[in-house]
């Protein structure tokens, strides 16, 4: 019975590892994306330097 045990313990660790593994990727994923919205933000504010945005009005 304890060779079962053992298999359970190992297959519930791994799962963790895999879980925290997988969180630590989502993490990264959202830094790196965080990062390039802001690049955009910055681009996009220094096309934008000299022109005046005008309000749309709509009907």
Do not use: W
Not at 23 to 34: F, I, L, P, Q, S
């Amino acid at each position: 019975m304890s060779n079962g045990l053992e298999l359970v313990k190992i297959v519930c660790c791994f799962d963790m590892l895999k879980a925290s593994i997988i969180t630590r990727r989502c993490d990264n994923v959202k830094t790196v994306a965080n990062q390039q919205i802001q690049n955009l933000e910055a681009d996009v504010h220094d096309q934008l330097k000299g022109y005046k945005i005008l309000p749309h009005f709509y009907d």
